[in-house]
């Protein structure tokens, strides 16, 4: 089970950080991703973080102002978004995914198989 949080409103150039806590002793086999919908649009990927330290995955419109992490020892993953912008406005889901691949590879819905409940981020211009 994940359980996303820390979603709010925010003006823009602010900053959020949304926590996704993970049920069950095998957090560490799992690639965890964010992904985010807005209303009328399809869900898209923002970031991903494999099982490996290090080792993480954006998408070009967050890159360089959002940061992905974990804290395995807490079972718990993080999305720091900095300068936010209008546009970031939505309901973001947090995802684990099987496997031992790279970051890269979770770039896609389909390649995550437990999702959270979503948390909105409303982003006021």
């Known amino acids: 089970q994940l359980v996303e949080s820390g979603g709010g409103l925010v003006q823009a150039g602010g900053s959020l950080r949304l926590s996704c806590a993970a049920s069950g002793r095998t957090f560490t086999t799992y690639a965890m991703g964010w992904f985010r919908q807005a209303p009328g649009k399809e869900r898209e990927f923002v970031a991903a973080i494999s099982r490996w330290v290090g080792d993480t995955n954006y998408a070009d419109s967050v890159k360089g102002r959002f940061t992905i992490s974990r804290d395995n020892a807490a079972n718990t993953a993080y999305l720091q978004m900095n300068s936010l912008k209008p546009e970031d406005t939505a309901v973001y889901y947090c995802?684990?995914?099987?496997?031992?691949?790279?970051?890269?590879?979770?770039?896609?819905?389909?390649?995550?198989?437990?999702w959270g409940q979503g948390t909105q981020v409303t982003v006021s211009s």
């Open positions: 995802a684990a995914g099987d496997g031992s691949n790279s970051a890269s590879y979770y770039n896609r819905a389909g390649r995550f198989v437990y």
